[in-house]
């Protein structure tokens, strides 16, 4: 079985720019979460889909982030247009809903540098 | 609110050494709590986790146990390898399932 993969792995790009960020979930995972690390501090939650929906979006962190899941399946998270501090590393993660505490399986994460 | 704290790091153990990684946290209700572990160019793994208090975690030769006391899941093993090198992250959760991360804590073990 295939595991969460995340794309691009690394990108360096200008403040102003704009960058996408793609999340394939484990096949047949309903839920879908984004988090975020910046350089030396804790990693933190963004938002969390159910299949197409946004059931949580309260990690947001501004404006100029939006998540999409059209269709229910991966995922992109864009950024527009990126600062400085947006620098860090995404980590997209999966679960299957089982009613109690799930398992949540995180893929490798996308290494943003905003220069 | 909900927040973890850890250890801060980095930590280096010779190999076959005790490990400790301190962990605590903050949080209303009863929490679940995780320990991850990222290794070198992989993705964040589920390494144990407990879900009620008095509860012990246990994987791979780590164990963490949920002390409600001390609002405290420090994870522990008896003798690192070098192939534990990697770092580790304590986390939590409530009903939403989201987690709370602490900030991790890098250890290197060395032959």
């Known amino acids: 079985e295939a595991g969460v993969t995340q794309f691009p792995s690394h990108s360096v790009i200008e403040k102003g720019q704009t960058v996408t960020l793609r999340c394939d979930p484990i096949s047949g995972h309903d839920n879908l979460y984004w988090y975020r690390r910046v350089m030396g501090k804790e990693i933190k939650f963004l938002l969390h889909?159910?299949?197409?929906?946004?059931?949580?979006e309260s990690g947001m962190p501004n404006n100029r982030f939006l998540a999409e899941r059209t269709g229910g399946t991966y995922s992109t998270l864009k950024v527009q247009p990126a600062e400085l501090e947006d620098s860090g590393v995404y980590f997209c993660a999966s679960s299957q809903p089982t009613g109690k505490l799930e398992t949540q399986y995180f893929g490798p994460g996308t290494r943003l540098l905003v220069l | 609110g909900n927040s973890v704290t850890q250890m801060e790091g980095p930590v280096t153990l010779s190999e076959e050494a005790f490990l400790t990684i301190n962990c605590t946290y903050t949080?209303?209700?009863?929490?679940?709590l995780f320990w991850y572990v990222q290794y070198p160019g992989e993705g964040l793994q589920l390494l144990l986790k407990?879900?009620?208090?008095?509860d012990k975690g246990s994987n791979k030769g780590f164990e963490a146990t949920y002390r409600k006391e001390t609002t405290s899941f420090h994870l522990e093993k008896g003798s690192v390898q070098v192939s534990d090198s990697a770092v580790y992250f304590c986390a939590l959760s409530r009903r939403a399932n989201n987690l709370f991360f602490g900030t991790g804590t890098r250890l290197t073990v060395i032959p």
């Open positions: 407990a879900t009620k208090a008095d």
């Open positions: 949080a209303t209700g009863y929490p679940s």
């Open positions: 889909f159910v299949k197409e929906s946004k059931q949580d």
